[in-house]
């Protein structure tokens, strides 16, 4: 492959198995390496440790839109039934909070769902129309049987050299360079 | 005194000597090879049962509500009924998918992604009768709150207002958790996938899933988020459901242990139907190693359970019909027993509570012709348990005068066929399309999926040392 004017994305190295991957996960984190990632058909547990990977920040972003459902399930019914279409139903109380615990509790579930849904597409980055990691072949093993750590070159301390010798050192049986195009 | 210790393995969850390879491989052939005969065959009855539907449905949009078999004391019929068994049905999709992952049960894996299709398509074959009951189809979008013409809102007080949200929320939800369960399944079709068109179609619903940890990460948080929320959402819906009647003051529906006995029938009945339908799509496709014999017996427990649950809400009435000493409760009890529907109560005397007993037998649990027979027999009782409750109450009312017995009209048992069709049409496009199998989570409880089963030195993976989860004691004084 001509590769001379081509920009380099980064470093990628596949290993046997999970262990392999989270113990060269764990070497790449204290070589100091930020910009790095790996890559499994199913998440290892224990990974988070190894890369250092801090808490998800999801749960946050699920919480407004829950509170956006329930504050705003509540507020409509109040008015409408008590402002905008009082009706006498029965000689029903207008204002009554527990009636409206069923819808409050149904609404606060949808939109916490969709927050979930939503939140989790924004802080993947999805949907990606483009990313250079498909460009290397073997790394369509990702979501079959590969496990793949790659180094991104926007790392303050990458060196393609560094890089695949670091690799080479714990056990990778394939390293291939990622172009961007 | 001596004290023996024996160490019990620990039972696989999925069978036979299977790599993560082997598993991609065996749950993307069904949706990358060629369309078998025997699917077209499957998927043209479905269509001309769903054809069907759409004409039932079509004359009775033309002709109006008279069609069917409701009369005067009995508004509610078989549309009722039939909303109500299939939204139980769903239940048991959630049930397994959330409940089940919060309470870290492995084995869901084998069935959770098979019975959220189901829960999708049997919500969507319930939604249709209550939309087609209102008449006015036309005017159906007054139960949501938008502004209208009219400057009219609808009344949040109704139980019916609320099973509107509950059912569509339940729905959305549903969807949502199956998509994000499907998102790194797609990555996998779209990685093995040969022609175009598939490589396009699954690569663009799959959004450019990479597999990375730290995609993952997130991804592990929103199910688990997701399984929080669909927790008390599935045990909402069919409570929400029970209010429809619960809420009434109608004798045999006005009673507070409506909701949990709802909650458990759906729960039973939906086991019943993942089961008729897993035992049937294990053989077809060949995932026998996957759906097994473990599975299907956990599956059998949860039935019998819920069975046991529901026989003691039917024991709990009879004694609060006496205990109350509420003349028209104790009537209507009476009446399920002796009246004129007493044989439908009679089929679901013998349907849910005599033939659930046989679970208690380890032999007829893991047994698969058996587990089949008995899941047919619960999905019947099922129905026949909201037909006692939709029409007993309803038909056999206060005064005797205003009596009247209900029997459906040929429209009536149309309509319902008919939703098989949609179920059907919906669930083989599933089969042939969709991964029916959670590959990614399938791979997560194989033992290779653990680091810890591997070898220190040699990095190699040894096969894991029997876990002792029962500890036989043996001791001598």
Not at chain 1, 80 to 90: D, F, K, Q, R, Y
Not at chain 2, 207 to 226: C, H, P, Q, V
Not at chain 2, 404 to 415: A, K, L, R
Request: charged content about 15%.
């Amino acid at each position: 492959m001509n590769s001379d004017n081509k920009k380099v994305h980064g470093v990628l190295a596949e290993f046997r198995n999970p262990k392999e991957l989270i113990d060269a996960a764990d070497q790449v984190r204290k070589s100091g390496y930020k910009d790095f990632d790996t890559y499994a058909p199913y998440p290892i547990h224990g990974m988070e440790e190894a890369m250092g990977v801090k808490k998800s920040p999801l749960g946050w972003i699920v919480l407004g839109g829950g509170l956006t459902g329930g504050v705003g399930a509540l507020a409509l019914m109040i008015w409408v039934m008590t402002t905008a279409w009082p009706l006498n139903i029965s000689g029903k109380p207008l204002f009554d909070i527990p009636i409206y615990v069923p819808i409050t509790f149904e609404l606060t579930v949808l939109l916490s769902s969709f927050a979930t849904l939503f939140g989790l597409l924004y802080l993947n980055g999805l949907p990606q129309l483009h990313n250079p990691i498909f460009n290397v072949e073997r790394f369509s093993k990702a979501s079959d049987d590969g496990f793949f750590v790659c180094i991104e070159s926007s790392d303050d301390l990458f060196s393609e050299d560094k890089v695949t010798n670091l690799f080479r050192d714990h056990g990778a049986t394939h390293i291939e360079t990622v172009y961007d195009s | 005194m001596s004290t023996t210790y024996q160490y019990v393995p620990k039972p696989k969850i999925v069978k036979g000597d299977h790599t993560f390879g082997s598993i991609t491989e065996l749950i993307t052939k069904t949706p990358l090879s060629p369309t078998p005969k025997l699917w077209y065959l499957a998927f043209g009855c479905a269509n001309l049962l769903l054809i069907t539907l759409l004409g039932a449905i079509s004359y009775l949009v033309w002709e109006g509500l008279g069609i069917w078999g409701i009369n005067n004391p009995a508004g509610w019929g078989w549309a009722i009924i039939n909303f109500v068994w299939w939204v139980g049905i769903g239940h048991a999709g959630t049930l397994i998918s959330a409940i089940l992952y919060l309470f870290r049960q492995g084995w869901r894996t084998a069935i959770n992604r098979f019975a959220e299709a189901m829960t999708i398509f049997a919500v969507m074959c319930a939604g249709i009768f209550p939309a087609i009951h209102v008449g006015r189809i036309w005017a159906i979008y007054w139960v949501f709150p938008v502004p209208n013409q009219m400057s009219a809102w609808p009344n949040f007080s109704s139980p019916l207002l609320w099973d509107v949200f509950a059912v569509s929320t339940y729905f959305t939800v549903s969807v949502i958790f199956w998509y994000v369960g499907l998102i790194p399944d797609l990555a996998t079709l779209r990685d093995k996938a040969k022609s175009k068109i598939s490589k396009l179609a699954y690569g663009t619903f799959a959004l450019g899933w990479t597999g990375s940890f730290r995609d993952w990460w997130n991804y592990e948080k929103a199910y688990m988020i997701l399984a929080g929320l669909a927790t008390p959402l599935v045990l909402s819906v069919h409570t929400v459901v029970s209010f429809d009647f619960a809420v009434s003051v109608i004798p045999g529906w006005h009673s507070t242990i409506f909701p949990p006995y709802f909650v458990a029938g759906a729960i039973y009945s939906g086991f019943a139907m993942v089961l008729t339908l897993m035992l049937i799509a294990r053989k077809i496709y060949g995932m026998e190693d996957i759906m097994n014999i473990d599975i299907m017996e956990k599956m059998n427990l949860v039935m019998m359970v819920t069975g046991n649950l529901v026989a003691f809400s039917y024991l709990m009435e009879g004694f609060m019909a006496w205990y109350s000493g509420y003349i028209y409760e104790s009537g209507i009890f009476w009446l399920y027993v002796v009246g004129p529907y007493a044989w439908g109560f009679w089929i679901l005397m013998f349907c849910n509570v005599l033939t659930p007993q046989f679970l208690w037998f380890r032999s007829v649990r893991r047994n698969v012709g058996l587990t089949f027979l008995i899941s047919i027999f619960v999905n019947v009782g099922m129905w026949f348990e909201r037909f006692m409750i939709a029409t007993v109450s309803l038909a056999t009312d206060f005064m005797p005068s205003s009596w009247d017995y209900y029997s459906p009209t040929f429209w009536d048992i149309i309509t319902y066929i008919g939703t098989f069709g949609l179920f059907f049409t919906m669930f083989l496009l599933f089969l042939r399309f969709l991964p029916m199998v959670a590959i990614s989570e399938v791979k997560g409880v194989l033992p290779q999926a653990d680091p810890h089963n591997y070898d220190d030195e040699t990095q190699e993976y040894v096969e894991a040392p029997n876990e002792p989860i029962v500890v036989k004691q043996e001791q001598t004084v």
